[in-house]
């Protein structure tokens, strides 16, 4: 079964540091892999996704994540947080069945940045 | 382009209650998840439509929960006689048509609910 698990629910970084969200990820086929951010009150926005192809995989605002299979994980890189990337961030693996695919969601990281 | 829309965005609620919550997809879109999220968790699945049939219900659904999409395009999410631990937030997303399972989901603004 598809499973998801996010290291760390809250990770503090200052502005212009390195944001490292971690995440690894249980499946018994290839996986699908994506990341989704939201902010206070809000819905879930696609950050990026990672399905074949290249294992280096960039998304908006910045951010990148890169799958590596031999380590099953698929963790979440900025190399300069900004106020504005406080969030909540969420891994997910799809578990395709049926004809269809669904999200499997990690429990979520918070992220803050401070001055 | 619009998103996925829900309605309403807020709902406070007496126990024992119903509530309805609508979804409008992304139009085109005929697959429609519902997922529900409480504080501190990650979204979990609830239920799966494609075009109007139901193909799949979380056993989180319980017997107090009822989605439909009767027309193949908007959605609702009744729950009757609501339970405090009812209280999440209610997570609709849609997607296109088509094989494979990397098709993005696109996620609405979420409808809260509040149970008192």
């Known amino acids: 079964a598809q499973s998801v698990t996010q290291l760390g629910s809250h990770v503090s970084v200052s502005e212009g540091a390195l944001v490292l969200l971690r995440c690894n990820y249980s499946s018994s086929v290839p996986p699908y892999l994506f990341w989704y951010v939201q902010y206070p009150n809000q819905g879930l926005q696609l950050l990026l996704k990672y399905t074949t192809g290249a294992t280096l995989v960039k998304g908006i605002n910045g951010f990148e994540a890169e799958f590596k299979k031999s380590e099953t994980s698929f963790h979440l890189t900025k190399p300069s947080a900004h106020m504005s990337d406080a969030a909540e961030y969420f891994c997910?693996?799809?578990?395709?069945?049926?004809?269809?695919?669904?999200?499997?969601f990690g429990a979520g990281t918070r992220l803050a940045v401070h001055p | 382009d619009t998103g996925v829309s829900q309605d309403p965005r807020h709902k406070i609620t007496k126990r024992g209650q119903n509530v309805t919550f609508r979804c409008d997809p992304i139009?085109?879109?005929?697959?429609l998840y519902w997922y529900r999220q409480t504080l501190g968790q990650g979204p979990e699945f609830l239920t799966y439509?494609?075009?109007?049939?139901?193909?799949?219900k979380s056993r989180l659904l319980s017997d107090r929960f009822s989605a439909e999409r009767p027309k193949g395009s908007f959605s609702t999410l009744e729950i009757q006689r609501t339970e405090q631990g009812d209280s999440a937030m209610y997570l609709c997303?849609?997607?296109?048509?088509?094989?494979?399972?990397?098709?993005?989901?696109?996620f609405g603004e979420g409808s809260w609910l509040t149970v008192v």
């Open positions: 997910a693996v799809t578990l395709f069945s049926g004809g269809y695919n669904k999200l499997i």
């Open positions: 439509f494609q075009n109007e049939a139901q193909l799949e």
């Open positions: 139009s085109e879109h005929n697959r």
């Open positions: 997303a849609s997607s296109s048509p088509g094989t494979g399972s990397g098709n993005t989901i696109y």
